[in-house]
């Protein structure tokens, strides 16, 4: 008893785990203010769309194979991710807590679990210091500021994605059925939330080398949860395509007429301003260290041959996506979510390539730098970050929109608006059932949705026709 006491009491052992708790508690306190914040400061129309569904999953109950969202018409489902993190935001409002402030605080544990899991992961590859040094990266940016505590189901993926990085080698190094199952669970979890990230976690592994000196790329269990998890994963994106496509107010978002869009074209790819969000993301991941932890990430995978395999598939994981997925990526900034993760990793591995250089005046000018430009970067991105502690601009116009449908509407009714853009924002705030008109505009696929004839169905109205400041006018027909 005295030997594991005196175990767990080893400073070596016990003190990054304590710093790590600090820096994640740290987060927790700075990002607690925000959570009361209206889903408005961005990307408003996503946070919307899976607010909506939990507070219909309060309601009525959870349905996981028909996910509520009315936004588009009748019958008003709409699956798209598997609606997990909906559904864990729907027990917290069932059980009092205000719909923004419980996707908030599902979105913010979904970002916690992350960081956990991600430094017990950083710990099997790095030394504890340079594993701290990841998690900070992972915590202390803006991009985490503002998405680490949003209704969204990124930081889920994350979790489940790390899940199964860390306990399938864990596995694999230690043979423990225990482990393999949760590798599972955590590959199930990342494949269904959202099978676009999958991949970024899932591949790696298969060059990570087992305790046996074997790799990975040759194990059939190895395959076998990577099969499973695909397979489920691909199996639920078959499903929703299908509901999608079956209706002609959601056809429009099927793959066969998205796909195009999601990986964009070879000259979006030579547009110079195409890459301005990419760039801008990866300046605020990496603390505008984008090329010296490159470098240093790179040499540290280099000099390490026993894991060469796996940690240059992290660091693939990194450049691969946002070139493959232009489109998404290029547009949607919370896409990076999903590399946040091995890019703090890299950042680690940089940093213990750079701590076991020998010492020398240059390392420590280099290291310097390095911080300042972090701190640089974090108030260079000022106005980036601190939109979470005010109330967004947007906020005064809409709760007006808002104001004006409910008093011309019941609850009951199928209302349309026009001139707002596919923006599930008012009828989540108006807890109105409608067709948000997307425009041709904001189509994926121009052309592919009939509006006059899905508007033709008399279950329909009022009707309101609203302008970009959000001034709306109604009648009772088109």
């Not at 860390?166 to 230690?174: G, V």
Request: glycine share 8%; with cysteine; net charge positive.
């Amino acid at each position: 008893m005295r030997r594991v006491i005196r175990r767990v009491a080893d400073e070596t052992t016990v003190r990054p785990f304590v710093i790590a708790g600090i820096l994640v508690a740290a987060y927790v306190l700075m990002v607690l203010p925000t959570l009361g914040q209206s889903l408005l400061e961005s990307h408003a129309f996503r946070q919307t769309q899976t607010a909506y569904t939990a507070l219909l999953f309060a309601e009525s109950g959870i349905d996981l194979l028909r996910p509520p969202l009315p936004v588009l018409g009748p019958p008003g489902i709409i699956p798209q991710e598997f609606p997990v993190f909906q559904a864990v935001g729907s027990v917290l409002m069932s059980s009092g807590v205000p719909s923004d402030q419980a996707m908030r605080g599902t979105g913010l544990a979904a970002f916690v679990l992350s960081a956990i899991l991600l430094f017990l992961l950083a710990r099997r590859v790095l030394n504890d210091v340079a594993a701290l040094v990841a998690l900070s990266a992972f915590l202390l940016n803006p991009h985490a500021w503002v998405y680490g505590r949003t209704s969204l189901i990124e930081y889920l993926a994350t979790a489940g994605g790390l899940a199964f990085m860390l306990f399938a080698t864990r596995w694999m190094d230690r043979g423990r059925l225990a482990d393999w199952l949760l590798a599972l669970a955590g590959g199930l979890l990342v494949a269904l939330v959202k099978i676009t990230t999958a991949p970024i976690f899932l591949l790696p592994v298969l060059a990570w080398r087992m305790s046996s000196g074997r790799l990975a790329f040759r194990s059939v269990g190895v395959w076998s949860l990577i099969a499973a998890a695909s397979a489920v994963g691909l199996a639920w994106s078959q499903y929703a395509d299908s509901v999608r496509a079956a209706n002609p107010a959601t056809a429009f978002l099927a793959a066969q007429n998205s796909v195009d869009w999601f990986f964009g074209s070879v000259l979006q790819r030579l547009d110079p301003s195409a890459w301005r969000v990419p760039l801008a993301v990866m300046l605020a991941l990496t603390g505008s260290g984008l090329v010296v932890w490159g470098v240093a990430a790179t040499q540290f995978a280099h000099r390490h041959p026993h894991q060469r395999g796996f940690l240059v598939g992290v660091l693939l994981s990194i450049v691969v996506p946002p070139v493959v997925l232009f489109n998404l990526y290029s547009a949607h900034d919370y896409y990076y979510a999903a590399l946040a993760p091995p890019v703090a990793l890299a950042i680690g591995m940089g940093a213990q390539r750079l701590l076991l250089r020998p010492r020398s005046r240059h390392r420590r000018l280099m290291l310097v730098g390095l911080i300042g430009a972090w701190l640089a970067t974090i108030v260079g991105m000022t106005s980036t970050w601190s939109v979470i502690y005010g109330t967004p601009r947007e906020e005064a116009r809409l709760r007006e929109t808002v104001r004006f449908i409910r008093e011309h509407s019941e609850p009951d009714d199928w209302i349309v608006i026009e001139g707002l853009g596919w923006n599930s924002a008012f009828l989540y705030y108006a807890h109105r059932r409608g067709f948000a008109d997307p425009g041709s505009e904001n189509l994926l696929q121009p052309g592919e949705l009939d509006t006059d004839a899905i508007l033709s169905d008399p279950i329909y109205g009022p009707f309101f026709t609203c302008d970009s400041q959000g001034n709306c006018s109604v009648s009772d027909s088109r």
